[in-house]
């Protein structure tokens, strides 16, 4: 008997025509690095008394269908999550160097059909309604460069066989932290130990009464942009940006070449005022939780460019 393995798992992802129905075709298999994508449904003890001490039998509550995924940030498959995420990119340039420019804000996002294979037992998971909740990352010196994918999905749907077909495959091809770069307001943003950013949509999961237990929808709200700067305290360039209240630009970038390059700007980010503490003879150093807002120059609160040889998304 064939016992699962991570190493053997698969996942594949399309994008849905009708929201909640798999599409026939059309899916790609996705590099990932975990997932607890899947359905739960928790029973309810029983309230009932004159029984005995013993209790009754449990019922079963509402299905819940969501779970993260880790992906690598790379140069091609990325630009599917990011769509996921923000809608429809506007796509530019000629064969073979495309630019493909994601903006916030959009009030359509679009559903995914994902597929998480277990072939050994075999278990092939079909989730559809997957719609992009939070998409997160995180800057360091070294080590591998990846996103976190929050989703809220619709349904589960279990079977012994694939139903993605033969997925397209991605030109993988990773960015890392020795490609990444910050920027402030153009220029280069020096003493940075780590930085870390989230994009939320804050979706409202449409929790109407059905006979199946699924949602109807999950429409997105007001979004958010924040994130976490740890520097080490050279100078208050960032101290005085807090203590005025006023916005800086943050510009985050990871670039392989002039034509392979993933760009993230935060148009207008505003600043705390954070504790400096001395926790011995090391050096100092200085977080700051940002949060970025609509600019009203740039027409939206944050920008991504992803620079690279796919024709469209």
């Known amino acids: 008997m064939a016992r699962a393995q991570g190493a053997r798992s698969q996942l594949a992802a399309a994008f849905e025509t009708t929201y909640g129905t798999a599409p ?6 996705m590099p990932f690095a975990s997932a607890s994508l899947g359905a739960e449904q928790p029973l309810i003890e029983s309230e009932l008394l004159g029984y005995g001490r013993d209790p009754l039998p449990p019922i079963k ?3 819940t269908v969501d779970g993260e995924i880790e992906v690598p940030v790379d140069l091609e498959a990325i630009g599917f999550w990011l769509k996921a995420a923000f809608g429809d990119p506007t796509t530019t340039g000629t064969s073979p160097d495309y630019t493909h420019t994601f903006t916030s804000g959009s009030w359509s996002l679009p559903s995914m059909s994902i597929e998480v294979g277990m072939p050994e037992v075999p278990r092939f998971a079909m989730y559809t309604g997957c719609v992009l909740d939070r998409l997160g990352m995180r800057m360091e010196r070294s080590g591998l460069l990846t996103a976190t994918v929050g989703l ?3 349904g589960e749907a279990v079977a012994a066989t694939s139903q993605a077909g033969t997925p397209s495959a991605w030109n993988l091809q990773r960015f890392g932290h020795f490609n990444g770069a910050i920027m402030r307001d153009g220029a280069a943003l020096g003493n940075v130990v780590s930085a870390e950013f989230a994009y939320a949509n804050n979706l409202d999961r449409i929790e109407t009464i059905r006979n199946d ?11 958010a942009l924040t994130g976490r700067i740890d520097v080490r305290f050279a100078d208050t360039t960032l101290m005085d ?12 970038s990871w670039t392989l070449s002039p034509a392979q390059s993933l760009t993230i700007t935060a148009h207008a980010v505003y600043l705390p005022r954070p504790r400096v503490e001395i926790q011995g003879p090391q050096g100092i150093q200085a977080s700051f939780e940002w949060q970025a807002a609509y ?6 609160m944050c920008t991504v460019v992803l620079n690279n040889q796919v024709a469209g998304y």
Do not use: M, Y
């Open 24 to 29: 026939a075709g059309g899916f790609f298999q």
């Open 241 to 252: 940006q807090a203590l005025n209240g006023t916005a800086a630009e943050l510009e985050f």
């Open 213 to 223: 237990g699924r949602i109807d929808g999950a429409d997105p709200s007001i979004a």
């Open 295 to 300: 600019d009203s120059a740039a027409g939206q």
């Open 61 to 63: 509550d509402a299905v």
């Open 152 to 154: 809220v999905a619709q």
